[in-house]
């Protein structure tokens, strides 16, 4: 089974410049999650898609990002313009069901880490 | 303000020995508790979780407990290998019905052959 997939691996774009982070959940998991850590702090919690429906977004930091995900399969995060304070990597997550199930464990990708200059 | 506190940035252990992780937290309505192993470059690895109406969960050589009165958990390694070297990640999710987890800022444990 593949796992959680995301790209690119790194991006170094220059302040005022658009990103676009894309996420390959496993195969059939309903319920994807972007998460944040920037600059060795902890990591945070930006949104949850169940299929392709924004279930929670409360963490996502401002209205220059925005996270989609047509047709309930893959997901994109673009961040338009991207500022210095947006560096950091930026993981994504996937379960079946709800994570919280106990033979549903939140699965995560290697992240994306995104540097602005 | 962290809701999930991971004191100790570093710990170092000689292989063989317990390795004993701990975490605190300060929000009341969490209701369910995991441990995360995470490797350079790669994402978090689910290692271990405990409910809130239990106070220990064991898998193997990896135990938390849960102490809810001091809204402390602790995960212990017995006993640690050198693979187990990376960093621990605390996480806590809030029972209100949020599917999102709180994270602490990690722990880096080391294991000395």
């Known amino acids: 089974e593949a796992g959680v997939t995301q790209f690119p691996s790194h991006s170094v774009i220059e302040k005022g410049q658009t990103v676009t982070l894309r996420c390959d959940p496993i195969?059939?998991?309903?319920?994807l999650y972007w998460y944040r850590r920037v600059m060795g702090k902890e990591i945070k919690f930006l949104l949850h898609?169940?299929?392709?429906?924004?279930?929670?977004e409360s963490g996502m930091p401002n209205n220059r990002f925005l996270a989609e995900r047509t047709g309930g399969t893959y997901s994109t995060l673009k961040v338009q313009p991207a500022e210095l304070e947006d560096s950091g990597v930026y993981f994504c997550?996937?379960?079946?069901?709800?994570?919280?199930?106990?033979?549903?464990?939140?699965?995560f990708g290697n992240g994306t880490r995104l540097t602005v200059t | 303000d962290q809701q999930v506190k991971q004191n100790s940035p570093s710990l170092s252990v000689q292989e063989g020995r317990i390795s004993i992780l701990n975490c605190d937290y300060t929000n009341s309505m969490f209701d369910y508790f995991l441990w995360y192993k995470k490797y350079p470059a790669e994402g978090p690895t689910f290692l271990i979780s405990i409910s809130s109406i239990k106070d220990k969960n064991e898998d193997g050589r990896f135990t938390v407990f849960l102490n809810k009165s001091a809204k402390h958990l602790s995960l212990h390694i017995v006993p640690s290998q050198p693979g187990d070297s990376a960093v621990y990640f605390c996480?806590?999710?809030?029972?209100?019905?949020?599917?999102?987890?709180?994270f602490g800022k990690g722990t880096k444990l080391t294991v000395n052959p």
């Open positions: 997550a996937s379960s079946l069901g709800a994570w919280s199930d106990y033979n549903s464990p939140l699965h």
């Open positions: 996480a806590a999710r809030d029972g209100g019905g949020s599917e999102k987890l709180v």
């Open positions: 195969s059939g998991h309903d319920n």
């Open positions: 898609f169940v299929k392709e429906s924004k279930q929670d």
